[in-house]
């Protein structure tokens, strides 16, 4: 899927100017005393330093979360994060940042409702908000997922990945012969192995048929290069969830551990994190 990147720009403190305001003698006599007029101007430094002193913190926060996330260390970055977006709830890409660094911390129902802000403030991004419908996917809000993969359908036409979310969810709602009716139809997504993926959701592949595509290389995809690791990682990641939407438990988590092992996406790419928080939520749904 296509990344909705909301530039994260860097954080500044912004100086703090003050201007001298000049009043003339006045022709008739002011309707305030002398006496409070440091009072006034008391008010507006302690303003003024309010606003420098929520900066600087803000500053502080962006810049351990984002160095906590590059890291890996998830935990500390929502900690982080949620604090920075509860000094600045209004805050467009802080909002965006706590969305995605909440799935990465395997914080579903947060990433929802970071996600939910989001739309709040500018409602035309939710068709764009393809990262919402798996978190609502992960806190069992099938319908309001199946709600949000129709909507990134009018915006992101032949996805295959947004056609399988979609039945996904569809599946958990009813059941999987009934999803598959609902399945979008897709048939220009040139990415390797994606056209397979989606004849397996549609009950007329393998998942070794998926795999053998996977595995296969190239002039242009070498032996165990990026482009084939990514291949193998949408292999092994769909059959996983696959597996899950028929109710095959083991299968599901071997194949996502295999998906997990191989991520060649980094720390930060939200669908790179979706095989290893997947396999945290599903064992932790066990203890």
Not at 230 to 257: C, H, P, T, V
Not at 280 to 285: G, N, S
Request: overall charge negative.
């Amino acid at each position: 899927m296509q990344q909705l990147i909301i530039p994260l720009q860097k954080i500044t403190i912004f100086a703090i100017a003050f201007a001298i305001l000049w009043i003339s003698y006045p022709i008739t006599p002011s309707a305030f005393s002398d006496a409070t007029l440091p009072e006034v101007a008391a008010q507006e430094t302690d303003a003024a330093s309010d606003r420098l002193l929520k900066a600087q913190k803000s500053n502080e926060l962006g810049r351990v979360a984002m160095s906590s996330f590059r890291e890996g260390e998830y935990k500390t970055a929502f900690k982080n994060c949620s604090e920075l977006c509860e000094l600045e709830p209004n805050n467009l890409n802080y909002q965006m940042m706590l969305g995605d660094i909440s799935f990465a911390a395997g914080q579903m129902d947060a990433c929802v409702a970071a996600y939910d802000k989001l739309i709040e403030l500018q409602p035309s991004l939710e068709p764009r908000l393809w990262q919402r419908g798996l978190a609502l996917y992960y806190a069992k809000k099938f319908e309001k997922g199946v709600q949000q993969f129709e909507t990134h359908q009018l915006v992101n036409t032949q996805d295959v990945e947004n056609a399988v979310w979609h039945l996904l969810c569809a599946a958990k709602i009813s059941n999987v012969e009934a999803g598959r009716k609902k399945l979008i139809p897709i048939s220009e997504d040139r990415r390797v192995p994606m056209a397979q993926i989606y004849e397996m959701y549609a009950g007329r592949m393998t998942p070794e048929q998926v795999l053998n595509i996977a595995n296969q290389t190239s002039p242009s995809v070498e032996l165990d290069s990026e482009q084939h690791r990514l291949q193998r990682y949408y292999a092994y990641l769909y059959i996983g969830l696959y597996f899950e939407m028929l109710e095959n438990e083991q299968a599901s988590l071997d194949s996502m551990k295999k998906a997990a092992a191989l991520n060649p996406l980094g720390k930060t790419n939200f669908m790179g994190q979706v095989a290893r928080v997947h396999l945290q939520l599903r064992q932790a749904a066990k203890q």
